[in-house]
């Protein structure tokens, strides 16, 4: 039998890189012989999070899609062609069977090395699908996506494929562990900040202003506040608030909290429906509005609340943040209504589908190893 041989596409943010992480765990666990590489390029998080994760990472050029009519724009043509160019000399090296995207810069020339030489599968973690997997999606063997209604015509609703860290996690059974881990009160209502991966300075400066009155409240606080900027940690008397960039392990601080504060990108959201967590989102205020549509169904629910960017300031975290966290009826109420989609399942579904394809392809092929 050939080794199949998978191209997965999916760098800049975590919410582009954890679902294609996590189907890469779901395939290894299929056939632990396939073969895995991963495209990424060099201003991403994929330079940190792949390799940490024990996967081969391949760089290429970037092609950043201008918006607006620019110099960039000009040049676009030619940083394209010269991706595509690098991505198919990945594709030869590596015999590649089957390219998957998950969206974000790396995936046009991805999506276009591959059109008519191997199958693409295309899936849109957004409400929302991005330019390129709207591209993709024309040419691609098979298209999912994590809710309905992306704009991705066939496009087979499975959810987004989340670690197994999370998608197993046992919040009350390891929430002594994690907030030893952290550093956090063991007993206070903790209150878990986190703007993305790139964190958020509008939430970070908000809650930092309501520090005191969280304090006072007896809440405490576990707040990602994002590599690129700069943030000191207040010392107001009441339990601990903890600051850090940059949160390596997310099943710990979903374990340690009880409510988040934070962004509604689509991997967050599906986390947190997949750990029963309740939220307060504060959409990003730009962008085609996928945000908000991420966090529609939760909404609808009763298992998040959200709060306007430009709404969000000191006053909207004490009156509507605070009393979540010093209500535990609100909060139990609730994290029973959080509904995740197929997230638990949808790592196995996507990788089944991407082996399916890459086995009859492999098995076209000429002599394989």
Not at 69 to 74: A, I, T, V
Not at 153 to 181: N, Q, T
Not at 249 to 275: C, F, K, N
Request: with cysteine; net charge positive.
């Amino acid at each position: 039998m050939k080794t199949v041989s998978v191209l997965i596409a999916g760098g800049g943010t975590a919410g582009h890189i954890e679902p294609a992480l996590a189907t890469a765990d779901a395939l290894r666990r299929l056939n632990p012989n396939i073969r895995i590489t991963a495209l990424g390029t060099a201003r991403g998080l994929e330079t940190t999070l792949i390799p940490e994760r024990g996967y081969e990472l391949v760089l290429v050029p970037a092609v950043p899609l201008p918006r607006k009519p620019s110099k960039d724009l000009l040049l676009l043509p030619f940083r394209l062609w010269k991706s595509i160019r690098a991505t198919r000399a990945i594709i030869e090296e590596r015999q590649v069977d089957v390219v998957v995207g998950f969206g974000g810069y790396v995936c046009l020339p991805a999506y276009l090395a591959a059109r008519r030489r191997v199958p693409v599968v295309v899936h849109e973690a957004n409400a929302r699908a991005g330019i390129a997997n709207k591209i993709g999606a024309r040419f691609a063997a098979a298209v999912v996506a994590a809710v309905p209604g992306s704009g991705l015509r066939s496009a087979k609703v499975i959810g987004i494929p989340v670690r197994r860290s999370i998608s197993i996690l046992d919040r009350a059974g390891l929430r002594a562990e994690a907030r030893k881990f952290f550093g956090l009160d063991p007993d206070a209502p903790t209150l878990l900040v986190y703007g993305g991966s790139q964190g958020a300075v509008r939430i970070n400066d908000s809650v930092l202003a309501a520090a005191p009155e969280l304090a006072a409240a007896g809440v405490g606080v576990l707040h990602a506040f994002g590599k690129k900027n700069s943030f000191e940690a207040p010392t107001n008397p009441g339990p601990a608030y903890v600051a850090v960039a940059y949160l390596d392990r997310m099943d710990m601080a979903y374990a340690a909290a009880d409510l988040t504060l934070g962004r509604s990108g689509a991997l967050t959201v599906a986390e947190l429906g997949a750990v029963g967590m309740p939220a307060v989102y504060v959409p990003l205020p730009h962008g085609n509005g996928e945000q908000r549509l991420n966090a529609s169904a939760q909404v609808a629910a009763g298992s998040a609340i959200i709060i306007d960017d430009a709404e969000l300031t000191r006053e909207s975290v004490v009156a509507q943040v605070l009393p979540l966290l010093t209500d535990p009826a609100k909060r139990e109420a609730m994290a029973a209504a959080a509904t995740a989609s197929p997230t638990g399942r949808a790592d196995a579904v996507l990788a089944t589908i991407v082996a399916n394809l890459g086995a009859e392809h492999a098995a076209g092929r000429g002599e394989g190893t």
